[in-house]
């Protein structure tokens, strides 16, 4: 574990370096409060500082009152090392954002205890953190393709819109359906149309744009939003899509599966909310199922 020592005199700090380093730490080393700072703003900080309260420059009250300043789900953990031994101190130090506070003389093997309860306690932040993390992805993202489900699509559709409206960006929105799906699925089964779903999200992402989206918004329902797009007919992006996806068999245990997409295509215009789009672009499809499929439709040809 990597831990910061901040200590101005240098005797006290190569000693805190010697003992640290025999109990198997990997140390960095700051002289003053402003070097502490910096180092605790990189991107590879130490998740563990030793502070020392008086130094030149910044002190460790004002260090740790910095760190805590900065918004993060994983906050390192903040030992104050001093003389000062009073009650009001102890406070000051605790309520600037320290997790611990040791007075100077310190016995070793206090401080080796409590530096193992900042361990564990970054541990277990790690920990949960990562569960957080990890979490919030499967709230956002369907489970079998691994895009955005349709909750996560619908916000960022909504936040899009809000872009639209305030910077006037152009906006489509693609609602594709997989043609004669039910036929894949009672011919191979659901575990090759399974397959097919997540083959066809790739073929997909391939030809999306930086500022482009998929999401899954259920069955073989899958909805596309594109920024920037300042009109329907010169953005061919969704014909790609559609070319793309008929010319690619599926390969699966059971051979190869050919398949085609219906898309039904809606612009933005600056006053539709995303009800309004979705219902344009459904009647969009709508059209491109019933004109023969493996096609899109655009709603203003309609």
């Known amino acids: 574990m990597k831990i910061l020592i901040a200590e101005d005199d240098k005797t006290s700090r190569i000693m805190l370096e010697s003992v640290l380093k025999k109990w198997g730490f990997t140390l960095v080393l700051a002289c003053n ?6 180092i605790m703003q990189s991107k590879d900080a130490p998740k563990l500082a030793i502070l020392d309260w008086q130094m030149p420059e910044m002190n460790g009250i004002e260090v740790c009152q910095r760190i805590r300043e900065i918004g993060t789900s994983n906050p390192p953990y903040l030992i104050v090392l001093t003389s000062k031994d009073e009650k009001k101190d102890i406070v000051k130090a605790l309520e600037a954002g320290a997790n611990d506070f040791i007075s100077k003389p310190y016995d070793a093997q206090e401080l080796r205890a409590r530096i193992n309860v900042g361990k564990r306690m970054v541990k277990l932040q790690f920990n949960l953190s990562d569960a957080y993390k990890k979490l919030k992805y499967e709230a956002m993202h369907d489970l079998l393709t691994n895009i955005y489900n349709r909750r996560a699509i619908m916000e960022l559709l909504e ?23 039910k036929k894949v699925n009672d011919t191979y089964g659901h575990q090759i149309g399974d397959e097919v779903l ?3 999200t790739r073929l997909v992402t391939d030809k999306l744009r930086l500022n482009d989206h998929v999401g899954r918004i259920g069955g073989e329902e899958f909805l596309i939003v594109a920024s920037g ?3 329907l ?3 061919v ?8 996806v008929r010319s690619s068999e599926i390969s699966t245990e059971k051979g190869s599966v050919p398949i085609t997409v219906s898309i039904g295509v809606a612009r933005y215009t600056g006053v539709e909310n995303s009800d309004v789009l979705l219902a344009t672009a459904d009647t969009a499809l709508y059209h491109a199922k019933k004109t023969g499929r493996d096609s899109v439709v655009y709603a203003d040809n309609i």
């Open 33 to 38: 409060g402003k070097e502490a700072w910096d």
């Open 159 to 181: 936040k899009e819109i809000a872009r639209g409206k305030r910077e006037k960006t152009g906006l489509c929105v693609g609602l594709c359906d997989l043609d004669h799906f």
């Open 198 to 200: 997540i083959a066809f």
């Open 229 to 231: 797009s300042k009109g």
């Open 233 to 235: 007919k010169q953005d």
């Open 237 to 244: 992006m969704f014909e790609r899509i559609c070319e793309y």
